[in-house]
């Protein structure tokens, strides 16, 4: 039996290394929402609700997950035996619709509090544990400048950090983007996987002649050319294409990986602890694309250290992960908030073996990147930068 104590759900903003350029937004920063538990016995456990681009990506915004938690998922997590994480979460869903990110936050703190309390991963909390101890790791290219990424992609093969590129597309002209993917893909040659990424920024007609001029030009994956919502349009360009398409904006849960696949609307599920509405909910996921031999990749919403902890946790427990991960976020950010970093070597991220999510905040690099206390870029941030 554990209640809760105290909680505190911060919004923490941290400067990207880069400009990250995405079909709806161009980044300077990331902005994190974290919420720290406190049970009654002194255990306490961190999560992460992290989107892109403020309400460019999806339909929640930093400050909408912090009012959600605060408002409605904390007070009915007052009542609840907080060890029993499904339990409490299936109380959180009979009263909040939705609010998939701000659920995901919380669930996680549970599961990092549950971890410890009785002192294994939370990977071995999921699914059937643990199959793995390392991810294979993507790095996105998305300087917006073809040179700088095939260097940048160079650099990465080198340091043998990351041998898998995803290029953000979508915001040119369909020829353009493709001579940019053309150029990277020769460049790095067979010693890179290289795909894409075009975030819902194209037409059906514009995906239909994209799609099958990136196959020719070498590149491997088309992550979610069109809208999330059309699953029949995704269906005809699945049936219709050499190239793989990956469903990212178009899954949120189960219900629609149900429907995806029975639509045959895709042959890549990217998963996303976020979008899914939690881990449980995304270990669901990976189900019903394994069933419908559907090939999994582990997404990513550019979290830090917290939220690629979890996803790492999931993604763990899969022994079939055809397409690797993407769980670089927290490389992307000029610093790191977790006091050790993570493991990133081989192209490779080392899944944490401690209790719960094994990990532990740097608490003055949160004090000082804390939105409500010094944030030193919430101008910048708030500015729309
Ligand atoms: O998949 C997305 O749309 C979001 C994200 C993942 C990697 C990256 O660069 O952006
Ligand atoms: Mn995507």
Redesign the pocket.
């Known amino acids: 039996m554990a209640m809760l104590d105290h909680a505190d759900t911060f919004i923490v903003d941290v400067p990207t290394i880069r400009p990250?350029v995405?079909a709806m937004a161009t980044m300077h920063a990331q902005t994190m929402v974290i919420v720290r538990l406190v049970d009654a016995d002194g255990v306490d456990g961190v999560g992460e609700g992290t989107t892109?681009g403020g309400l460019s990506y999806g339909e929640e915004s930093p400050e909408s997950i912090k009012s959600a938690i605060d408002t409605y998922i904390l007070p009915i997590l007052r009542h609840c035996d907080i060890a029993c994480v499904a339990a409490t979460m299936a109380k959180v869903e009979k009263s909040v619709r939705g609010n998939h990110f701000a659920k995901c936050a919380v669930e996680t703190a549970l599961l990092d509090m549950a971890g410890k309390r009785l002192g294994v991963p939370v990977s071995e909390l999921i699914g059937g544990g643990r199959v793995r101890d390392s991810l294979p790791v993507a790095w996105?290219l998305?300087s917006g400048d073809t040179a700088r990424d095939i260097a940048e992609g160079e650099e990465m093969l080198d340091r043998r950090r990351h041998r898998i590129f995803?290029l953000?597309i979508g915001k040119r002209e369909v020829r353009d983007d493709v001579a940019h993917v053309g150029a990277i893909c020769k460049a790095l040659g067979d010693r890179a996987s290289v795909r894409v990424?075009v975030?819902q920024n194209w037409t059906e007609a514009q995906a239909r002649i994209g799609m099958a001029m990136l196959h020719d030009v070498g590149c491997d994956l088309v992550?979610q050319p069109i809208a999330g919502d059309a699953i029949a349009a995704m269906a005809r360009l699945s049936k219709g294409q050499p190239i793989p398409l990956m469903a990212?904006e178009a899954l949120n849960g189960p219900r629609s990986a149900m429907r995806i696949a029975s639509a045959h609307a895709a042959s890549v599920f990217?998963l996303k602890i976020a979008q899914s509405g939690g881990l449980f909910a995304t270990a669901d996921v990976a189900a019903i694309g394994t069933a419908a031999g559907i090939g999994l990749y582990g997404?990513?919403?550019?979290e830090g250290g917290v939220g690629t902890v979890a996803s790492a946790h999931v993604f763990a427990t899969l022994p079939d992960l055809a397409w690797g991960t993407?769980l670089f976020g927290p490389l992307l950010q000029t610093e790191d908030i977790l006091r050790e970093p993570l493991g990133y070597a081989d192209f490779s991220l080392a899944v944490p073996t401690g209790a719960g999510l094994g990990i532990a905040f740097d608490e003055d690099k949160l004090a000082f990147f804390r939105r409500d206390r010094t944030s030193p870029i919430l101008h910048a941030v708030t500015a729309g930068a």
């Open positions: 990250h995405l892109i996105t998305a995803k953000k990424d975030n992550e990212d990217a997404g990513t919403m550019l993407e």
